[in-house]
């Protein structure tokens, strides 16, 4: 199957998720001079794209979908620790790099005479609002994004809510992973099948989920041309896809060394790694809400990529963080580097203080921050005793107003809030 068909269905046929069916390789001198994101994206996704409808448009999907930086920021006089910024975006996560991308695909490969579209999104905080300001008002796509109420951050409430005409906002009576598994039941349930096509934006989608690995492979071209050695990235990590970024960007010739999993107390991935026992679980609410999940779907692509267990553990490691060393590890940024880290940020932080004091010392680490910590004031602040400011884009997402429906966490209610409503969703 190619890219745009693997794309427009999001879920293979028999729940599955799509994966590479082979890997291209790739070295630094592929890239030439290329320094830009979109200019990475190119080289970088080409191979994937080959003799699909959308290789054409590859440049101008680079252009729309990269458009804001992912500065790498050194936060040690010697270079060995840096921080990657990935909340520079609309929605101030890293999630825009992605779900724009996915939008500029979907523009391009509708036709005029297309099925309506409807996109289901499933989200533990960031992925929603990215979602929703790349496809609000793209005509022929309605949205609906399903979050856990009460277990998403105020302002990342405020930025999934804010939208209305297209895309529809509904709090699930739940956790994370009853969202995620009321969007896989409905790609299964012929009814809602059979009212138009559906597709998804979380990173199931392999149009999400690929063009994140372009701002790991900048960012590890630009430690390998100034220090000539690999990076090793620290990653939050929940439901795995931004992790599944990385290591596939590693695994077509990237110069990437080290990857460290970070994890809040939904601690699934770092105990499998150590007893080698799988054993999914009601994810549990943390600060650091967006990496809540229990049951994370992109295991199985991890483990299409490392089949066994002991290759798994030589390409990865992983840990878990509480809340306690979250919060510690706020204030310690703070102090020590002048940085303020959402949760997610400084959960990563506190991988990295774990690392052996030789990995520390002699490796090219790369923390990789997800989120603006704008989006957890109400934690942030407090810790640092100072306040955080607003991005201009989280200030005009403010300025717009809130619209929600609740619903259960069951198929018939979501089919029920999936309904037409007159010629459009806005209530």
Known sequence: MGFSAALLQGLAPDGGLYVPAAWPRLVAEDFGGAAGLAEVAQPLLAPFLAADPLAPELAALAQEAFAFPAPLVPIQADGRLSVLELFHGPTAAFKDFGARFLAACFARLRGADARPLTILVATSGDTGGAVAAAFHQRPGIEVAVLFPKGLVSPTQER????????????AVRGTFDDCQRLVKEAFRDPGLRARGALSSANSINLGRLLPQAVYYAAASLAVWRQHGERASFVIPSGNLGNSLACLWARQVGLPIGAVVLAHNANRTVPDYLATGEWRPRPSVATLASAMDVGDPSNMERLRSLYPQLPELRRAVSAVSVSDAEI????????????????????TAAQAWERLA????????????????????????EPLIGREVPTPDSLARLFARPVQCAEIDATLGALRAALEPQGDSWTS
């Open 159 to 170: 930025q999934l809510t804010c939208w209305g005409g297209n895309v529809r906002s509904l």
């Open 327 to 346: 919060r510690e590890r706020i204030s310690a940024g703070f102090r020590s580097y002048g940085q303020v880290w959402c949760p997610h940020t400084a």
């Open 357 to 380: 004091p030789e990995e520390r010392a002699h490796g090219r680490w790369v923390l990789v921050a997800t989120a603006h910590p704008a989006k957890f004031r109400e934690i942030v």
